[in-house]
């Protein structure tokens, strides 16, 4: 399969000026209409518009580029009404980076209507600085006790996010108020949270960073760090993703580690792939960047195939971004019987604010992940990525637990009658592999 180089791909990173439009058009022209996308695109496999899979998403694009489209509202939401869940870049056999450059032409596209205006104000005004964060967020959580309580910790969002959307209840305190900001002894961990695991799932946060520790790494949590800018950047506004990027990559290059670890999948790719693009490949002053499952497999963990049974959801950016796709089972499977669902990879229709703003078909999505994870028949579902555990526990509604790998292992290890600390790691804990 003809992939896109590296350096190609450097060329057209992240932020488009006008006068890289030409250069955005020859990359969009690329694509030669083979439809292999369209066996994938979750968007398209729930309706079956041309305009919500990659192909005719670039066409609407090279239509605005090429000047035979006025940039409109229209050409917004084609650009819009996508997961972004690199489905369509992983097949396509030219190697186009789809998503990158849905995120460059939603750049283009002038005149911020009010919720643009909005969305940009939190991008701009709030994500930069961690106490208005904490503010707003401590704000959300006294409004969050307003709303109708569902099974499982979660509440309805208000009528103006469409009414039937349950989210879970906001952490009584942020994960980077709690977690110690040393500990352990061992190679240098700098463990990046990211915002759902700070505000959401606190205990998630916790759980990683124990086992990071008992994994042997001295951890570190930075206190300065700040989102890590994905959201801005899907939604075209390339400024403010990298106001946020380079502060983390100050903050992290202070940190001397060897390693930079998150639990967040999504994050993971936005510092893995994106950072390196707009920052340079050693933004975190040399340390390796990596997902937690795939570091903990890395360091030599021992599955042992005992348990209870799980099922795993592959989250996109894992899947189809990072390509990491076994290390979360084999850490899954050290201490549980791991449950395929039909279809692995299928997508559960979160995408950010893409569930918040198309609704209707982030749900079509979703229910029938949910209906493939229920009938492995396992009672919990596992994950990597915060936001499919909010968005499969909105779908799932009760019917299974909902997790992630890092809380399953963390409570099997604390239940201590199936696993014990020697079992968990191998025997000499490995370097990992550059
Ligand atoms: S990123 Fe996902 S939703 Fe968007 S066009 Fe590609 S396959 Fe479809
Ligand atoms: S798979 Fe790639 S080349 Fe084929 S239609 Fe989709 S975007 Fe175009």
């Not at 990559?249 to 001397?256: G, M, P």
């Not at 570091?295 to 099922?311: I, K, N």
Request: contains cysteine; proline residues 6%; charged residues 20%.
């Amino acid at each position: 399969m003809l992939k896109i180089q590296g350096s190609r791909l450097k060329e057209v990173a992240c932020a488009t000026q006008p006068g890289e439009k030409p250069e955005l058009l020859t990359e969009v022209n690329r694509c030669v209409r083979c439809a292999r996308c369209k066996e994938v695109c979750p968007a398209y496999r729930a309706t079956h518009d041309e305009r919500k899979v990659a192909r005719g998403r670039l066409m609407v694009l090279s239509q605005m580029l090429s000047g035979e489209l006025a940039p409109s509202p229209g050409v917004r939401e084609v650009l819009d009404a996508c997961l972004k869940c690199h489905q369509c870049a992983d097949i396509c056999p030219v190697g186009i980076d789809t998503v990158r450059l849905f995120c460059q032409g939603r750049s283009l596209l002038p005149g911020p209507g009010m919720r643009s205006f909005l969305t940009r104000l939190v991008f701009r005004l709030i994500l930069p600085h961690r106490r208005l964060y904490d503010l707003f967020m401590r704000l959300a959580r006294w409004g969050q006790k307003l709303m109708p309580r569902r099974a499982g910790g979660l509440r309805h969002l208000p009528l103006m996010f469409e009414g039937r959307r349950s989210v879970p209840e906001l952490a009584k305190r942020p994960a980077l108020s709690v977690l110690s900001e040393r500990t352990g002894r061992g190679p240098r961990v700098a463990f990046y949270v990211g915002c759902l695991l700070n505000y959401v799932y606190a205990d998630t946060a916790s759980n990683a960073h124990k086992l990071l520790k008992q994994a042997g790494c001295e951890v570190i949590v930075p206190q300065a760090q700040l989102c890590c800018g994905l959201a801005a950047l899907y939604a075209g506004d390339t400024k403010a993703a990298r106001r946020l990027a380079t502060h983390n990559a100050s903050v992290f290059s202070e940190c001397e580690a060897e390693y930079v670890v998150t639990a967040c999948a999504t994050c993971a790719t936005m510092l893995k792939q994106e950072y390196p693009l707009m920052l340079g490949p050693g933004w975190a002053g040399g340390a390796q960047v990596m997902e937690i499952t795939e570091f903990l497999t890395a360091r030599g963990y021992r599955p042992q195939g005992r348990g209870t049974p799980v099922t795993y959801h592959d989250p996109c950016h894992m899947r189809f971004a990072q390509h990491v796709v076994e290390q979360p089972r084999r850490v899954l499977s050290a201490v549980a019987q791991v449950r395929e669902p039909a279809e692995a990879g299928r997508c559960c229709g979160g995408g950010g604010t893409f569930s918040i703003y198309h609704y209707g078909l982030s749900r079509e999505i979703g229910q029938a992940q949910a209906k493939q994870l229920k009938d492995t028949g396992a009672q919990t579902v596992a994950t990597t990525c915060p936001g499919c555990m909010l968005q499969l526990a909105d779908m799932l509604g009760g019917d299974m637990e909902v997790c992630h790998v890092v809380d399953f292992v963390a409570r099997a290890i604390s239940s201590g009658n199936r696993i014990e600390r020697g079992d968990f790691l191998a025997t000499e804990p490995r370097p990992v592999p550059s």
